[in-house]
Every structure is written in structure tokens, then in C-alpha cells.
């Protein structure tokens, strides 16, 4: 019944602190008020004006930069109008310095990008199921990422549902990784080396990613853009179709409802981000469909993105750590690959790592995705993708009990 749904998804889990169960409430309300029979998008849009009014705190020593991005107008994607193509976007770069006096001085300057002489840069899309949420909301994590990274970071703010459907946000994903790697001769923006660029989204702007980079393998040639040197995603939604394991599983403790409520949702449309249902099983839209190879770093007991709570959750900040270095050893002049490794992170005894077997693994994944891009994987230019971040969850043998599993994915 929705009664007892309500109390199951409003636990809280034994190894969280008061503060960690009192931010999860918090968000459990807001997606609660997101999640009615008359959620409209007039609802939605004061949500947004709420939410935009203040900004995650940043370190002193973080410079930020606005800027505007323009769409590459001669990109049309299936399903575009011709006039979905026009016009730019909100961006801003950040850049984490170790000196106060230099950032303060690189705020200053404000030279359209070129904050810091770092050659490495992260495109960053932010998450909020593809309906909400900005660049600005999400500070808390990309500055924690330019700093752990050491190198610039640009965050954008693509076009949102319901208003604006697939395939929008991915045509201003690619827009930006464009703006980046293959600039318009007339805008004076920095080129950066692809191999220099790594792209990192969370939740739907973790699939967004993925999506850009299934895109750019495929379709990017053409248009003078090539692979990123790698992408790392906190918790990406990769399945809107919500048939893995872990929508179930992982209702007990996450802050996520278990399925979309809406006065513009349907049975023909079960997400803002689509059309109609025929959408949800497209590989740039649920790209769990395109899957070829993982590679899982599994941290207990956390949440949806949990890498938002490193201001006071020491589990988050190592999330972020090691994000950081992946985006530091893949940037890397020389880099050509690194092993595989499954992973997991303890919640408690100082974060202990452990290996974890296929067969470990396979108890987290319901099934494997279909391989429908299997045929690309030879391909010059393709890349494995190599997992360190989605909401999964298993029995606990040792403790007899239901324990939440996070993960992030990692692609080189």
C-alpha cells in the first residue's frame, strides 16, 4: 500500500550519523513534493526558483568564471526541430587554486576560461533527473573535484524536462564537449586535447555522459570531435526503464520514490525526460542498453549520490578522492590503460578496501544489459566502460542485514 510504502522508504540505516538521516529526510520531502498525482510544471519551476536562490559553500580559493556556450547549430539529432539547434547556455568554469591570494587574483581576471594554465579539464553534468537542478546547486561537488583533480572543471546547464525533451540535453552535452575540444574559429576559446578532457555527470547527468560518450564513439568523427580520455560518474542513472534490481532493493533506505508521479506522466510517458514510453529502452537515453564492460568500486551504506554530503561525511570526500585521481592518471601524458578492479569500500574501520569477485558482483547487477553497441567494440576510438557508481544492494552475510550499496562508474 502507498502507507507502507511511505514508512519503508523513511528508514533510517544504522551506520548513518544523525546528520547523514537528517539530510536523507530532507531530500526524501523534496522528492516527495516532486512526486505527486499534481506535480505540474509550473510546480516544477518554483522548485527551480527555490533551489536557485543559494549555492552549496565553496572554498575560498575557488575562482568561478560565468560564461555562455553556443550550440552547434549544425548538429540535428533524431527528433530535433530545426530551431532547437539555436541559440547558447549558461557555463562556468571553476578552478581550485592551493593559494588564496592566486585565486583571488584569477577571479579578477576573468580571461573567458583560462583561469589556470592546467591543459586537464573536466566536463561536468549535473544531476536532478534531467527536470531539475543547475550548475549552481551543484558546487558542492564540482569544486571538491577541481581541487581533488587539479585541473579546471566546466559545468553547464543543459535544457530540462518536461519542457524540453530528448535528445536537448545531449545536443548541449555535445555542444559543450565541442565548445572544449573543437571551438568555433570566432570565439576565442582555449582548444583543449581530448585526451586532456574527461567527462563526469551524477544520477541523470551521469547517464547524460555516458549518453555523450556513446555519441561521440559512434557519430563524433564526422563532426571533428574524438573520445574523451575517460568519464567518471557518481550514481548515473542509467535505466529509466527502472527494471534493474536495485529500484527495489535499494527503496528501503534511498531517498528516491520507487516510480514517477505526475500530472504530465502517464501510462504512454513514465519519465519527464522522453517523449513517450517507446524512448526509454533508447541506448542514449538508458544507457545501461549499451553496456559492454564494468569495472565497480562499491561503498556500503550510502545513498543516491552520496558524494553531495563530503562537506561532513568523510566516505563522500574519499568518493571524491578517488575521482580525482582517476581524472589525474588518465589525463596523463603516455596514459594507455590500467587494470580492472572490483572494488569495495567498508563504512566504518577507516573505509577498508576489499576485492570482490564477478560472482560478487553479479549479485548486485539483476542481469547483464543487453550488449546492442557490442558491435562497435573493436572499433578505433570505442572505449570500456568501467563502473565506480550506481544504487545497488544485497544481503549482508556477516550481519544478517539489508545494507545499502553504492557505486561508481569509471570509463576510459
Given at each position: 500500500?502507498?502507507?507502507?510504502?511511505?514508512?519503508?522508504?523513511?528508514?533510517?540505516?544504522?551506520?548513518?550519523?544523525?546528520?547523514?538521516?537528517?539530510?536523507?529526510?530532507?531530500?526524501?520531502?523534496?522528492?516527495?513534493?516532486?512526486?505527486?498525482?499534481?506535480?505540474?510544471?509550473?510546480?516544477?519551476?518554483?522548485?527551480?526558483?527555490?533551489?536557485?536562490?543559494?549555492?552549496?559553500?565553496?572554498?575560498?580559493?575557488?575562482?568561478?568564471?560565468?560564461?555562455?556556450?553556443?550550440?552547434?547549430?549544425?548538429?540535428?539529432?533524431?527528433?530535433?526541430?530545426?530551431?532547437?539547434?539555436?541559440?547558447?547556455?549558461?557555463?562556468?568554469?571553476?578552478?581550485?587554486?592551493?593559494?588564496?591570494?592566486?585565486?583571488?587574483?584569477?577571479?579578477?581576471?576573468?580571461?573567458?576560461?583560462?583561469?589556470?594554465?592546467?591543459?586537464?579539464?573536466?566536463?561536468?553534468?549535473?544531476?536532478?533527473?534531467?527536470?531539475?537542478?543547475?550548475?549552481?546547486?551543484?558546487?558542492?561537488?564540482?569544486?571538491?573535484?577541481?581541487?581533488?583533480?587539479?585541473?579546471?572543471?566546466?559545468?553547464?546547464?543543459?535544457?530540462?524536462?518536461?519542457?524540453?525533451?530528448?535528445?536537448?540535453?545531449?545536443?548541449?552535452?555535445?555542444?559543450?564537449?565541442?565548445?572544449?575540444?573543437?571551438?568555433?574559429?570566432?570565439?576565442?576559446?582555449?582548444?583543449?586535447?581530448?585526451?586532456?578532457?574527461?567527462?563526469?555527470?551524477?544520477?541523470?547527468?551521469?547517464?547524460?555522459?555516458?549518453?555523450?560518450?556513446?555519441?561521440?564513439?559512434?557519430?563524433?568523427?564526422?563532426?571533428?570531435?574524438?573520445?574523451?580520455?575517460?568519464?567518471?560518474?557518481?550514481?548515473p542513472w542509467l535505466d529509466l526503464t527502472a527494471s534493474t534490481r536495485s529500484y527495489k532493493t535499494n527503496a528501503k533506505w534511498d531517498y528516491l520514490p520507487d516510480r514517477n508521479k505526475?500530472?504530465?506522466?502517464?501510462?504512454?510517458?513514465?519519465?519527464?525526460?522522453?517523449?513517450?514510453?517507446?524512448?526509454?529502452?533508447?541506448?542514449?537515453?538508458?544507457?545501461?542498453?549499451?553496456?559492454?564492460?564494468?569495472?565497480?568500486?562499491?561503498?556500503?551504506?550510502?545513498?543516491?549520490?552520496?558524494?553531495?554530503?563530503?562537506t561532513f561525511l568523510p566516505i563522500a570526500e574519499l568518493a571524491l578522492e578517488r575521482m580525482g585521481m582517476f581524472v589525474q592518471k588518465v589525463t596523463r601524458s603516455g596514459f594507455k590503460?590500467?587494470?580492472?578492479?572490483?572494488?569495495?569500500?567498508?563504512?566504518?574501520?577507516?573505509?577498508?578496501?576489499?576485492?570482490?569477485?564477478?560472482?560478487?558482483?553479479?549479485?548486485?547487477?539483476?542481469?547483464?544489459?543487453?550488449?546492442?553497441?557490442?558491435?562497435?567494440?573493436?572499433?578505433?576510438?570505442?572505449?570500456?566502460?568501467?563502473?565506480?557508481?550506481?544504487?545497488?544492494?544485497?544481503?549482508?552475510?556477516?550481519?544478517?542485514?539489508?545494507?545499502?550499496?553504492?557505486?561508481?562508474?569509471?570509463?576510459?
Amino acid at each position: 500500500t502507498e502507507e507502507t510504502q511511505t514508512q519503508t522508504q523513511t528508514q533510517t540505516h544504522p551506520d548513518w550519523t544523525t546528520l547523514l538521516s537528517t539530510s536523507i529526510a530532507s531530500l526524501r520531502l523534496m522528492m516527495a513534493s516532486l512526486s505527486d498525482d499534481d506535480t505540474d510544471a509550473a510546480t516544477m519551476q518554483r522548485l527551480r526558483s527555490a533551489m536557485a536562490i543559494g549555492a552549496p559553500p565553496t572554498s575560498l580559493r575557488v575562482a568561478i568564471d560565468q560564461l555562455r556556450i553556443p550550440r552547434r547549430h549544425d548538429l540535428f539529432l533524431d527528433g530535433m526541430d530545426m530551431d532547437d539547434a539555436d541559440g547558447d547556455f549558461d557555463a562556468e568554469w571553476l578552478v581550485f587554486k592551493s593559494s588564496l591570494s592566486l585565486s583571488l587574483s584569477l577571479k579578477k581576471s576573468r580571461s573567458n576560461g583560462d583561469l589556470a594554465n592546467s591543459e586537464q579539464v573536466i566536463l561536468y553534468l549535473h544531476g536532478g533527473g534531467y527536470c531539475m537542478a543547475s550548475k549552481k546547486t551543484h558546487r558542492g561537488i564540482t569544486w571538491k573535484l577541481a581541487k581533488h583533480s587539479n585541473c579546471k572543471l566546466l559545468a553547464i546547464d543543459y535544457r530540462l524536462a518536461p519542457e524540453h525533451v530528448f535528445p536537448l540535453a545531449l545536443h548541449d552535452a555535445i555542444s559543450a564537449y565541442s565548445y572544449l575540444t573543437n571551438p568555433p574559429p570566432n570565439s576565442k576559446a582555449k582548444k583543449y586535447d581530448p585526451s586532456k578532457v574527461v567527462i563526469m555527470g551524477d544520477s541523470s547527468g551521469g547517464g547524460l555522459a555516458l549518453a555523450l560518450c556513446l555519441w561521440i564513439r559512434d557519430k563524433g568523427e564526422q563532426y571533428g570531435l574524438r573520445m574523451p580520455a575517460g568519464a567518471g560518474l557518481l550514481s548515473p542513472w542509467l535505466d529509466l526503464t527502472a527494471s534493474t534490481r536495485s529500484y527495489k532493493t535499494n527503496a528501503k533506505w534511498d531517498y528516491l520514490p520507487d516510480r514517477n508521479k505526475g500530472a504530465m506522466l502517464n501510462e504512454n510517458r513514465k519519465q519527464y525526460y522522453v517523449k513517450d514510453n517507446s524512448y526509454l529502452t533508447h541506448p542514449l537515453v538508458s544507457p545501461y542498453f549499451a553496456t559492454e564492460s564494468k569495472e565497480l568500486e562499491l561503498f556500503d551504506s550510502m545513498v543516491h549520490v552520496f558524494q553531495m554530503f563530503s562537506t561532513f561525511l568523510p566516505i563522500a570526500e574519499l568518493a571524491l578522492e578517488r575521482m580525482g585521481m582517476f581524472v589525474q592518471k588518465v589525463t596523463r601524458s603516455g596514459f594507455k590503460d590500467f587494470p580492472r578492479e572490483y572494488s569495495r569500500f567498508a563504512a566504518h574501520d577507516e573505509h577498508a578496501m576489499s576485492d570482490l569477485t564477478p560472482e560478487e558482483i553479479d549479485a548486485y547487477l539483476f542481469e547483464p544489459p543487453t550488449p546492442l553497441v557490442s558491435k562497435n567494440s573493436s572499433k578505433k576510438g570505442s572505449r570500456e566502460l568501467k563502473d565506480n557508481h550506481i544504487d545497488n544492494q544485497k544481503d549482508n552475510q556477516e550481519s544478517k542485514k539489508d545494507q545499502g550499496i553504492h557505486m561508481n562508474l569509471l570509463l576510459q
